[in-house]
Structure formats: C-alpha cells, structure tokens
C-alpha cells in the first residue's frame, strides 16, 4: 500500500505540478482525480518549461505511467494539443504512458458558452472562472446528461445524447443570452474525429489498473488540481470550482478506497496567492503585493492573469490541513521572500472586534477578517542556489520553524526555485 496524495493547500497554484514532477522520480503512477484545463502546473526541467492542464505531471519520467480518472472533466482539444507537444518533444514516445478513463465527462463547446455567458452577464458580481466550461460540465455529469469520454466510440450514443443536451441548452442561448444556437452536426463531426485520435490512450476501467498497482506495492501519486480554499462544498462558496478539490476527492475521482491512502502531502506557498473573485484576508493591495507579484511572477499558467497577493495565512492553512488530513508540508517559492525586510505571518482574523483561531468559512465574515499578523525579520541571501537545507539562512529557518510550530505539521520540503532540482529535503518522504 503506497498512495501519496498530493493536494494544494491554498487557493492554487502552490507548486503541485513542480512537486509532482520531483516524486514522479519515485512513483510509477501518476493520477489526476479532479478538475479539468482550468489546472495549469509548470514543471522546469533543465531550464525547459512544460505546461499541463490536464496530463499529469508525472509524465516527464517515461517509467511514470500517468492516469486520468473518471472525475476529471476533460477538454478534448486540449488534452490533444497536450499529446501532440509532448511527441513531439519526445517526452512521449508509448500511447500507454497515458491512460484515460472511459468515465471522464467531456467538457463540450457549449459548456465553455455557457460558462462565459453567464460570467459576462454576470458583471462585477462574476466569479472569475477560468472559463473552460468547467462549472457547466460538473452540472451536466450531476444532472446526468453528461457526455463520456467513451460515449465518442459509439456514434448512435452520442448523437442521442448530443441532441439530448443542445435542446435545452440551445433554448438557453438564445432567450437567456441572447446567442446563436450550436450546431449539432458540426459538434459531433469534430467530436468524433477527435475521439478516434485519442482512441489509444482510451482505458476502460483506471480503478482497476490502481488497485492492481497498489496491491503489488507500487507507489502511485495522486495530483490534485486548484487548491482546498477553492472546493465546491468546503471553500470560499460561491468563489469556488465545480469539483472538490482536498484530499479526500481522490479516493472519489480515482476510485480507491480511503484506507489505501498512506499520506496527504499539502503544498503550501510561503504566501498567498489567489486568481479570481472571492475572499482572501491578507491580500496586499500595496508595493508589497506587487514585489510578490514581480519576484514570484505571480501570472496564471492558465489565463495569464494576475494573480492577487498577500502574506501567508495560518488561519486558512490550518483549517486546509484539518479538511485534507495533511501529513507533511511541501514548503514552496521561500526564495521569493528573499529582500523583503520584515515577513508577516497571520494567526489570527479578527471579525466585528473579536479574535478567531478558526477559520470562519462564512463568505461575509471572510470579507470583514482583519488579518492579526506576526512579524519576523528578512533576510537578503538569494536561496536559488541551495544545495542543502543546513546552509539555509537563520532568519529563514525561523521563518519556517515558526510555521511549522503554529501548524503542527512537519514541513520536510523546502523548494527554493521552479526547476526539478531547486528541491531541499529535510526529511526523505519515501
Ligand atoms: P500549480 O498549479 O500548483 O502546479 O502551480 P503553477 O505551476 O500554476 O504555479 C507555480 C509557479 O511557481 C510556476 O511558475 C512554477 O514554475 C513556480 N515555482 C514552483 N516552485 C517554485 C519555487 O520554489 N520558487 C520559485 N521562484 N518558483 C517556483
Ligand atoms: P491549479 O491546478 C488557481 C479558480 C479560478 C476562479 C475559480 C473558478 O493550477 O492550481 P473555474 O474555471 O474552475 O470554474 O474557476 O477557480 N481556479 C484556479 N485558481 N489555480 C487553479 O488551478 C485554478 N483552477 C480554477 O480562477 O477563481
Ligand atoms: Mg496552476
């Protein structure tokens, strides 16, 4: 038994993708249980950079067998796009270094529509979205109309359910948002075509490759996609995604059972970040957000976007440590934090004049949290370069010695730059 989850801890974009990549050295399997292209993990190899929205990130070592399961939402175009670079670059060379479920929901045009529709007329009270017809998708697989990954292989299927779904959907376009209607028979023309190029990589039953996997010992990773503070039931509601997004989604997605799961590897920035509408209490809105911004290169791998930033907030991460049953911290991006004078750590919120340790989850006192910082002092030693965690600067062992002592959780990962091996090990993990 060897399941390793790896979750962000955050409102995305910690590191997962780089973290990753590092265990994918260790692991044989590689599996993406949630979410779909609105993911975008960064992996630097030898100073060359790949983007995954959707492949798994264990992909760059060719004895890594990676794995979509049935709860991604899967976005054709882009996973085909994805296929087709990493050929091309060689990282790919054997359709069966990549499974994909059957079961995965198909992300349609008129779901990316809909999604963008509704955001435009949405105005100021918008959620952000990516805008990959994420939100949409998930409702059409809860509503059980949904279109299978597998449904491409069976034309008489497919038109049904094609049909099915553009009866109300085209209705929508045009009296709600004022639109053209899709058409049916260019949308399965395109679907089917781009099913049959991706019929190599199509497995019936990924459950079952899992529990084989795991049954014989094999180490299998489990990547989690955006962050905990973004799940559909447990984060900042209704400035979420569609899927749920903490740990305990990849015994759901993948099909495996909780008592296969050996740890829960949180990845954490050593501040925050946030894309998007919604609440976030330590956000910078000063000269200091934007140095975070500047050094950290705080731009989305999706959308490109800016992302909002801010100190780190315990508040928040230790509520994401007890929603996910955390084992162990991935500390990433300390070396951004190099050249600020003082660091702040939050504790504590205060709302209406009291002092919580809890994390609220209530929107609306979100909102009013006045974060109660700690401050430490910087230190000014560029950490990019680090070979060993003993070599590390004293002011930045406190800084993570504070952490870890206000979150009782070990930090055994220290990540001191995006490439592979910008990785400090306090503690091995496997
Ligand atoms: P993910 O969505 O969690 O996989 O994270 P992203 O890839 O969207 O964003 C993380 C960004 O930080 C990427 O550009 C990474 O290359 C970069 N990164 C990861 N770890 C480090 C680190 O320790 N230091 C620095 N400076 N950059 C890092
Ligand atoms: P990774 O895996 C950061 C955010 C969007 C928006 C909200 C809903 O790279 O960490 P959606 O398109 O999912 O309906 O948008 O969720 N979001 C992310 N933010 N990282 C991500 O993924 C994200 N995926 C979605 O910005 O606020
Ligand atoms: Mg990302």
């Known amino acids: 038994m060897s399941g390793i989850v790896v979750v962000g801890s955050q409102w995305g974009d910690e590191g997962k993708g780089k973290v990753v990549d ?29 983007v995954l929205h959707l492949v798994p990130s264990g992909i760059l070592h ?13 976005d054709i175009e882009t996973i085909f796009d994805e296929i087709k670079a990493l050929k091309e670059s060689g990282e790919l060379k054997d359709s069966n270094q990549l499974l994909i479920s059957e079961l995965c929901t198909v992300i349609m045009p008129y779901h990316k529509q809909l999604d963008a529709a509704r955001e435009q007329s949405a105005g100021h009270e918008k959620i952000g979205t990516t805008g990959k017809g994420i939100g949409p998708a998930y409702e059409d697989r809860a509503s059980r ?12 299927t497919l038109r049904k359910k094609v049909e099915h779904s553009l009866k109300e959907k085209n209705l929508l376009f045009e009296k709600c948002y004022g639109l053209e209607p899709i058409n049916i028979e260019q949308t399965l023309a395109e679907f089917k075509n781009l099913g049959q190029l991706l019929k190599p990589y199509r497995c019936k039953d990924t459950s079952l490759v899992i529990s084989k996997a795991l049954n014989a010992g094999k180490k299998v990773l489990f990547e989690g996609a955006q962050g905990s503070l973004l ?12 899927s749920s ?30 894309v998007g509408s919604g609440p976030f209490p330590t956000e910078l809105k000063t000269e200091v957000g934007q140095k975070l911004r500047d050094i950290g290169q705080e731009y989305g791998a999706t959308t490109g976007r800016e992302r909002r930033c801010g100190w780190i907030d315990l508040v928040a991460l230790k509520y994401a440590i007890r929603i996910n049953g955390i084992t162990n911290i991935s500390l990433m991006k300390i070396d951004v934090l190099s050249g600020f004078d003082e660091i702040k750590i939050c504790t504590k919120y205060k709302i209406n004049g009291e002092l919580h340790e809890d994390y609220p989850i209530a929107v609306d006192e979100l909102n009013e949290a006045e974060p109660i ?13 680090l070979q060993s965690f003993d070599d590390v600067p004293e002011a930045c062992k406190k800084y993570i010695q504070f952490l870890q002592d206000e979150i009782e959780t070990p ?5 001191v730059g995006p490439g592979r091996e910008q990785t400090l090990w306090l503690k091995p993990l496997f």
Not at 145 to 156: K, M
Not at 246 to 273: L, R
Request: proline content about 4%.
């Open 373 to 385: 910082y700690e401050s430490m002092p910087g230190w000014s030693e560029d950490l990019t370069k």
């Open 22 to 50: 590092v265990f994918s050295a260790k692991a044989d399997y590689v599996v993406r249980y949630q979410g779909g292209a609105n993911a975008g993990h960064t992996l630097i190899v030898d100073g060359k950079k790949t």
């Open 411 to 415: 930090i055994d990962i220290v990540s």
């Open 62 to 74: 060719s004895d890594t067998i990676c794995i979509i399961g049935p709860g991604v939402v899967l």
């Open 245 to 274: 997004t903490i740990a305990g989604s990849a015994c759901v997605g993948a099909a495996v059972g909780p008592g296969k799961i050996d740890k829960v590897i949180g990845i954490t920035k050593a501040y925050t970040t946030r």
């Open 145 to 156: 109309r949904a279109i299978l990954f597998g449904d491409l292989f069976y034309e008489n």
């Open 231 to 242: 799940d559909l039931l447990h984060g900042t509601y209704p400035y979420v995604t569609s």
